[in-house]
């Protein structure tokens, strides 16, 4: 499960309709909406903000993406290093020359599971010698030549045409439609295919659901470094439940299919083949697949073909070495774990000149970067444990560093540079409190830094190769009119990081309901040293509440025990922590009213929410919940199994975590919202909590969102969303006293 959070994303509001909801006769004043509608309008102040930042390989540009500061429409930018000045290189109405841009199923979907919501470009590739871009739109490739700005549109045939990338030599483009792969000879201009036989149910060259939603691996095919082979995924879905998503509001439109495995169900078979382009016979690479099904990751550059496969209990992973002419492997590294083995996409990343490879481990109790030698064997660890790994980003081969993020303090994200020759200590290039991360071309004469600050809205900055800044690349944003009354600490015995956010005109005379902003699940972390975090949770705080958000148990960055300890547990461990949180910050602020507390959230969010009610109605008096997963059985494999087990040996875990276990005792007011098309959180997953409430006679508000996923960015409907749920909180918890 990517998460999904109410306050950050501009979600959705549809179609309500009421269940015999508790009125309050009381009248509690208005929401303030001219703020709601700015942040709607602006997409939370982030449009119009540079986005995927890319410098050119030589150093002397950076590309990047931007919309107008209420336009969610992505044009093509550059900057030039040397005379610090932008220009606008294409935009969609250009390429489409005044057609509305549309988009496929398959590309929706492909872009819900990448969460991409804006329109336009939503990315770009350069050549290996930066001197052509690849851009996809509407259904259509076209490279473009940076110097003379010249747009070719591929002659390819009719079709879907996703995933495409070029050739590592940048001279062919390849893509995949009709569950095949092909490529394009840009010198030949003509189109060439590389796989047959695919088709829905026996696809090439797509990665599966849980590999898009859950191991962050969206491609299933792969470029050999010398252009002339590609290694690609064969997917097996036959065996795999078919769940239909369709629009109640259009009736006459035929339902979407989607290929849904849930625990303890059959999962996507999955193979890996290499074929030349010349033509022959595939190649299928050869490794245990009854004991290893998924494949996480595959990597063909600076180095052998690699993959990491990884068990069904997810409690073990391997690094196999396939050798390309036999498909035979050999494992270079094994991680094992009694809970579960975290995927980490950043590696392997073999170093030039044969000396070996990067990995991460969290043998130690936290991740930890190493340099193995070429047969697998520790050479050094680079970064150790203890030091908040996260992600690496560059490695320089040639003057022998790497860069990478990290912080032991899990609000933060800061950018390091290390050298490999000797024990040098890491150079922070980033240093102000918050989230970034940077960028690097292949030529290191610059690099670009993407800053999240406490004190700042997001920016890009662009600096010399050690450090010295150049420029700010140019934002057309709107900045909010308010700096967020936010105040970050950690509470309790288990040192929880924590945020209060105030009213502005807070009084401290005064008792204020207090409202809970939960994520509280796995893979985020909600608390983060970002200005723009907090705006939306300070418009609900200046509505009356004092707004708390708290990480517990089971969230990322510290540490292997920290994180695991939610392990079948999540009925009890992470709403356990919001409790204990929520009275930790009590102790410390005195105005919140603990007779009074509402909770919101989405997604995993969402599923806290209604937990909450359910099973703490001596703490939680009222609670919205959007797109929750309901039963846990209906969630899919690969994320639900690593928390859950494998049913049926582990169904205890799963009733124990599942909403219809407790929908009996439901006591205090719920706000049920769901999206009808949603494709990750099925809508389905609402209907079965609401059906369970109704028969036990309980009293409930449900908000069907007609048309939306699990993210919708729709202005009007994110500003009606967010005053309908403060309306209900007002109902239900009053105002400050």
Not at 87 to 98: F, Q
Request: glycine share 8%.
């Amino acid at each position: 499960m990517k998460y999904s959070i109410l306050p950050t994303f501009p979600f959705l509001l549809g179609l309500g309709f009421l269940f015999g909801e508790a009125v309050n006769p009381a009248t509690p004043q208005a929401p303030d909406a001219s703020y709601l509608r700015l942040h709607a309008q602006t997409r939370g102040f982030l449009l119009g903000r540079p986005q995927r930042p890319m410098p050119t390989p030589d150093g002397s540009a950076v590309l990047f993406l931007r919309s107008g500061p209420r336009s969610a429409k992505l044009s093509l930018f550059e900057f030039d290093v040397a005379s610090g000045k932008t220009r606008e290189l294409l935009t969609p109405e250009k390429l489409l020359k005044g057609a509305e841009e549309k988009l496929s199923p398959e590309e929706k979907a492909r872009r819900e599971r990448m969460r991409l919501s804006a329109g336009g470009f939503s990315s770009f590739q350069l050549t290996p010698d930066g001197k052509r871009l690849l851009l996809s739109l509407s259904g259509k490739l076209y490279v473009v030549e940076r110097t003379t700005l010249q747009v070719h549109e591929l002659a390819t045939l009719p079709g879907v045409l996703l995933d495409p990338k070029f050739s590592p030599d940048g001279t062919k483009v390849s893509f995949v439609r009709d569950h095949d792969v092909y490529y394009f000879d840009l010198e030949e201009k003509k189109e060439h295919r590389v796989t047959t036989g695919g088709k829905e149910e026996l696809s090439h060259g797509l990665a599966e659901f849980v590999a898009q939603e859950e191991m962050n691996r969206f491609s299933g095919y792969w470029w050999s470094p010398d252009s002339q082979s590609i290694v690609y995924q064969e997917s097996d879905a036959r065996g795999v439940e078919v769940w239909q998503v369709a629009d109640p509001t259009h009736p006459e439109n035929k339902p979407q299919p989607f290929f849904y495995p849930r625990p303890g169900k059959d999962n996507v078979l999955v193979k890996l083949g290499i074929v030349p382009l010349k033509g022959g016979e595939t190649t299928w690479i050869d490794w245990n697949r009854d004991k290893y099904p998924y494949l996480a990751t595959v990597r063909w550059s600076n180095g052998p073909l690699c993959l990491v496969v990884q068990t069904r209990d997810q409690r073990e992973l391997v690094l196999l070495q396939a050798d390309v002419k036999s498909g035979k492997t050999t494992p270079l590294a094994v991680e094992r774990d009694a809970a579960w083995v975290a995927i980490h996409q950043d590696v392997p990343h073999w170093l030039d000149g044969g000396s070996g490879f990067l990995w991460v481990t969290e043998r130690d109790g936290g991740p930890q970067l190493e340099w193995r030698n070429p047969n697998g064997r520790l050479r050094r660890v680079l970064v150790p444990a203890g030091q908040g790994y996260q992600n690496l980003i560059h490695v320089n081969g040639k003057q022998g560093y790497v860069v990478y993020t990290a912080s032991a303090d899990p609000t933060q994200t800061q950018v390091y540079r290390l050298s490999l020759n000797g024990n040098r200590e890491p150079e922070a290039l980033t240093e102000e409190k918050g989230l970034h991360t940077a960028v690097f071309p292949s030529t290191p004469s610059v690099f670009v830094v993407s800053s999240k600050t406490q004190k700042e809205m997001p920016r890009v900055t662009v600096h010399k190769e050690d450090g010295e800044f150049i420029e700010q690349l140019p934002s057309m944003a709107e900045d909010p009119p308010f700096n967020p009354n936010v105040e970050c600490m950690q509470v309790g015995t288990e040192r929880f990081h924590a945020a209060v956010i105030k009213p502005r005109s807070f009084d401290a005379d005064k008792r204020y309901p207090v409202l809970v902003d939960v994520y509280g699940g796995p893979h985020h972390v909600h608390v983060t040293a970002s200005k723009q975090r907090w705006l939306l949770d300070q418009w609900y705080a200046d509505q009356g509440f004092i707004v708390i958000a708290v990480d517990g148990r089971g969230t990322p960055g510290r540490g292997r025990d920290w994180e695991r300890f939610i392990y079948q547990k999540f009925g009890a461990v992470p709403l356990d922590d919001q409790v204990a949180g929520l009275q930790a910050l009590a102790l410390k602020i005195p105005a919140m009213d603990l007779k009074r507390v509402g909770i919101t959230g989405w997604s995993f969010g969402g599923y806290m929410s209604a937990l909450a009610v359910l099973r703490r109605p001596d703490v939680f008096h009222a609670a919205s919940a959007g797109a929750p997963v309901v039963d846990w059985l209906d969630y899919d494999t690969h994320y639900t199994e690593r928390y859950l087990g494998i049913p049926p040996r582990d169904d205890d875990a799963y009733n124990k975590s599942s909403l219809l276990t407790y929908a009996s005792k439901l006591s205090r007011p719920l706000l049920l919202i769901h999206g009808t098309a949603d494709d990750n959180v099925y809508f389905r997953h609402s209907l079965r909590l609401s059906d369970a409430l109704f028969r036990a006679g309980k009293e409930f508000t449900m908000l069907p969102l007609a048309g939306f996923t699990h993210m919708v960015p729709e202005p009007a409907a994110m500003e009606q969303l967010h005053l309908r749920i403060v309306r209900f909180m007002h109902q239900h918890l009053g105002e400050p006293k």
